[in-house]
């Protein structure tokens, strides 16, 4: 498992192509009609006017699902309205006929757009408490300076007597190759060792 700051910077990475992907699904998928245009603020009619507005979305024949070819689960990557079976296959080849390859896409209908909104918010809410609670986890996140300066010098100290008794188990070690070293020569002499334990 990666340390918490390698997750906490994936995540952060994961929340921004979310961010991308849900704007880029409104803005592609919207059919952009005019908003209300707010009461106080009369120059605000003008602009929305120039917004362009994209075709109406197709109608949905022998009731079958509305989805729009190449929007299957939206952005966020579910797949569960691509696998409501192969009844929706002829009409998705039946849209890919009608529109030119080059042709925006047609905006979904306002309830599927609405049922995608909510999930890509939802999905964007859910990856935002997953970096909070990453956050919270950090060490030292709950405590002030001066503990952690604290705490870093009795995490040295124990570093220090660590190191010390793996210096002593080094000499020790070193002092008991010696030895064998010493015995495996007089053995290979042939000097006074004998083979009784």
Known sequence: MADILTQLQTCLDQLATQFYATVAYLTTYHDHSPAIPPPSVPSAVPQ????PKNPPPAAPTSGTATNTPGAAGGP???TKDAAAGPSNAPQMQQQHQEQ??????????????LMRQ?????????????????????????SSEAEQQE???QLAEELRVVEEERSARR?????????????????????GISNSG
Request: aromatic content about 2%; overall charge positive; cysteine-free.
């Open 151 to 153: 705490r870093i010098k």
């Open 100 to 113: 030119p390859p080059d042709a925006p896409p047609r905006p979904d209908s306002p309830n599927t757009f």
């Open 76 to 78: 966020s990557g579910d």
């Open 48 to 51: 929305l006017k120039k917004i």
């Open 118 to 142: 909510r999930e890509l918010a939802r999905d964007l809410i859910i990856k935002e408490q997953q970096i909070e609670y990453l956050i919270s986890v950090l060490p030292g996140i709950k």
């Open 171 to 191: 000499r020790e070690l070193r002092r008991l190759g010696e030895k064998v070293d010493g015995l495996l020569g007089a053995v290979s002499r042939g000097t």
